[in-house]
Structures are given as structure tokens and as C-alpha cells.
């Protein structure tokens, strides 16, 4: 059974610019989380979307949005890429029930020059 | 954002010996998920709790959800090289569907 596959792996941008990042989830999953992770911070839930809509957002400035296809897979976008903004970003599908465990993907490393 | 208290944030250990480590919250969880975290990947999922004093083991891992519900323990038995990385816990509360993490405890074994 495949897993959740990011793309790309690596970016690298400029500030200013703006980026999209991919997300496929584990077939028949239809709960798509995205969180930024960073050495100081650990962890930080961005938003949940679940059969096409946000159901759940975290604490980050209306420059970091998604969206979910019909299929399930989630793309994320950051516009106006500050410096700060340097992080892994990782993605992790569920089935979408309450309590049901998430699967990570290996996620996206974005560098912003 | 809210996050677990996870400890500790790093261990040095002798190939051989036994691990422990855990979360603590001030909010009572449903579900404590436990995961490895190795250098360029992402998360795996070790193990799922799903209820106070569940106690579930995977091959040398032993994870359990603490009576009060407001904690979670991870036992290694006899540690390996390849135990190293990073371990996250993550909960959620009733009427969620929203996971919040741990800060993570890194472990390095030394052979």
C-alpha cells in the first residue's frame, strides 16, 4: 500500500515569491493535515481538510492556505515567502474519523533565500 | 501553538540499555500516538493508544496511556544503533479531530 507522497522533496525560492506544495494521501484516506516543522518550534499544525473543505486551521497568517481536490490529495500555498518561512513541511493523511492515527510523508524542505 | 511537554528533549544511552521517556498535557486525551522521526523523513506512526492504562507493545517498544489520561510513557528495551532519531508523542481531545505534538525527545545511542 503506497504511502503519503510528497513533492517535490526540496525547494529552493526567494522572498517575495510564492510556492505550492503537493500532497497524494494513502489511498482510501480522506483527511489531509499540513504542519511546518522547524528546529525551535517542533511541530506546528497549519490546517485539516476533510472531503474538500478546512475543518480545522492552526495559528498561521492568511499567507499559508490549501485546498483539497476531489481525490483527496492537498496542495498548500505559501505567497509572499518571508525568510522565516524556511522549514520542512510535512502533510499526514488519515481515514478522518475521530481519533484515527495519521500517517506522515517524508515531506517538502523549503529553503527561502 | 499548544504543544505537549515531552521529556527528555535528549538522551545519550549505551547500546544495550533501556529507554524511557514521556509526554504530560493539561488537557485529557482520547488517543496518544507515539512516532520516530529519522533525519530527512518523516514521522513514522510506533504505536496508537486508545484508552487510561492501555498498555501495547511493538517488538522492543512498549508505549502506555496513563490512568489519569493526561500522560503517556515509551519504553525502548535494549536499545541499537538504529534506535536513534527523534521521538514525537501527539494527542487529541474529545470533539477534535486536531493532533497536537510533543516537542520531541532526541535519543543517541552509543555503541
Known amino acids: 500500500k503506497a504511502g503519503v507522497t510528497q513533492t517535490p522533496r526540496y525547494l529552493i525560492k526567494t522572498r517575495g515569491q510564492q510556492v505550492t506544495l503537493s500532497c497524494s494521501p494513502i489511498?482510501?484516506?480522506?483527511?489531509v493535515s499540513w504542519y511546518q516543522q522547524t528546529p525551535g518550534q517542533g511541530l506546528q499544525f497549519l490546517f485539516e481538510?476533510?472531503?474538500?473543505?478546512?475543518?480545522n486551521k492552526g495559528n498561521f497568517p492568511g499567507r499559508f492556505s490549501g485546498r483539497q481536490f476531489s481525490n483527496s490529495r492537498s496542495e498548500m500555498n505559501v505567497s509572499t515567502l518571508e525568510l522565516g518561512d524556511s522549514a520542512l513541511y510535512l502533510c499526514?493523511?488519515?481515514?478522518?474519523?475521530?481519533?484515527?492515527?495519521?500517517?506522515f510523508g517524508d515531506g517538502t524542505r523549503l529553503s527561502i533565500l | 501553538g499548544q504543544q505537549l511537554n515531552q521529556s527528555p528533549q535528549s538522551m545519550f544511552i549505551q547500546e544495550g540499555e533501556d529507554v524511557s521517556m514521556n509526554c504530560t498535557s493539561s488537557?485529557?486525551?482520547?488517543?496518544w500516538l507515539w512516532y520516530k522521526q529519522d533525519p530527512g523523513e518523516g514521522p513514522v506512526l510506533l504505536i496508537a493508544?486508545?484508552?487510561?492504562?492501555e498498555l501495547t507493545s511493538n517488538g522492543r517498544l512498549t508505549a502506555q496511556f496513563g490512568i489519569t489520561r493526561k500522560d503517556s510513557f515509551l519504553n525502548i528495551s535494549a536499545s541499537i544503533p538504529s534506535d536513534v532519531g527523534i521521538y514525537f508523542c501527539?494527542?487529541?481531545?474529545?470533539?477534535?479531530?486536531?493532533?497536537?505534538f510533543g516537542t520531541g525527545t532526541r535519543l543517541k545511542v552509543l555503541a
Open positions: 499526514a493523511s488519515s481515514l478522518g474519523e475521530r481519533n484515527q492515527p495519521q500517517h
Open positions: 489511498s482510501g484516506h480522506r483527511s
Open positions: 481538510y476533510f472531503s474538500e473543505t478546512q475543518r
Open positions: 488537557s485529557i486525551f482520547n488517543t
Open positions: 493508544l486508545y484508552k487510561a492504562g
Open positions: 501527539a494527542g487529541t481531545t474529545s470533539g477534535t479531530y486536531k493532533y497536537i
